[in-house]
């Protein structure tokens, strides 16, 4: 089925995130190394963000490598960096041409030097575009960008700066690695894994959320699509009962 022609243009999600699961299981389908799986997955992502710039959506998060995935053997991390450095700079040149804004969110700073020069390298070629922003995020995990909110504010309340009564959950979030970046209204999760694995905890609070089982490096624009036209199919309710909103 075709599910491009069934996306409501009217209310395309402004902002997606996606974990990227199942490269490994793919390659073992192929009988291939778990690395394999990852090359492919890059073709995924090409064409992912392509769909977003051909639908509208603005932002795209990607869940490319947690902290947690530091415990990986030292081959396959090693093999994963290298890719994303020969990754960016291959299809830096693309993204420019797509109108596409890179942008990062993580603990950049534990990437390998090649890696963080390469991604601040492209992030600054592509600063000049809008069509749309590509979010990586990298040895990121939800629960070290929230302990690292509430460091800040705390240092802040140690200060005298503010109280302890004046916390909100809007300074909490000025402190996230997303301050710039509206909430996710969608996520979506490949490789049949009902999980949400330490990615963006509090901005997903009211985001919907689609599981498929297709693997990652099979995800490609018509499954994104139809994610898109799921989304459409539902209603956000936001704590309000389905009559609250059919009456507004
Ligand atoms: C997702 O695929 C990519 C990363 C986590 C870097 P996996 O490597 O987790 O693949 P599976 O889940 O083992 O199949
Ligand atoms: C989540 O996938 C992280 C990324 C996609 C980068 P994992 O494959 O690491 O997640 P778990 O360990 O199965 O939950
Ligand atoms: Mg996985």
């Known amino acids: 089925m075709d599910y491009l022609s069934q996306i409501n243009k ?4 402004q902002h997606i995130a996606i974990i990227m699961d199942g490269n490994g299981r793919w390659a073992k389908q192929q ?8 090359y492919e997955g890059v073709n995924s992502v090409r064409e992912i963000v392509e769909a977003c710039a051909e639908v509208g959506v603005k932002y795209l998060t990607l869940y490319a490598f947690s902290t947690e995935n530091w415990n990986r053997p030292k081959d396959e991390v090693d093999a ?5 450095v020969s990754t960016i ?6 993204l420019n041409k797509n109108g596409v804004k890179l942008q990062a969110i993580g603990d950049i700073t534990s990437l390998p030097k090649s890696c963080q020069d390469e991604l601040q390298e492209s992030i600054n070629i592509t600063s000049g575009n809008s069509r749309v922003t590509l979010i990586l995020a990298l040895s990121y995990s939800s629960k070290w960008e929230i302990t690292n909110s ?3 504010i705390t240092q802040q309340v140690k200060l005298g700066k503010i109280k302890p009564e004046e916390v909100t959950a809007e300074m909490i979030e000025k402190y996230l690695c997303t301050v710039n970046y509206p909430d996710p209204e969608l996520m979506i999760r490949t490789s049949g894994e009902h999980r949400i694995s330490n ?6 609070a009211y985001a919907e959320f689609y599981f ?6 099979d995800f490609r624009k018509n499954e994104f699509y139809k994610a898109i036209v799921s989304y459409q199919n539902r209603e956000r309710r936001f704590g309000l009962t389905s009559d609250q909103l059919t009456k507004n």
């Open 10 to 13: 009217t209310n395309v999600p």
């Open 212 to 217: 498929t089982e297709v693997l990652w490096p």
């Open 89 to 94: 700079s291959l299809e830096t040149p693309n």
């Open 80 to 84: 994963l960096m290298e890719l994303l």
């Open 31 to 38: 009988g291939e190394d778990r690395v394999f799986g990852h």
């Open 150 to 152: 509430v460091k800040q």
């Open 199 to 204: 990615f963006l905890l509090w901005q997903l």
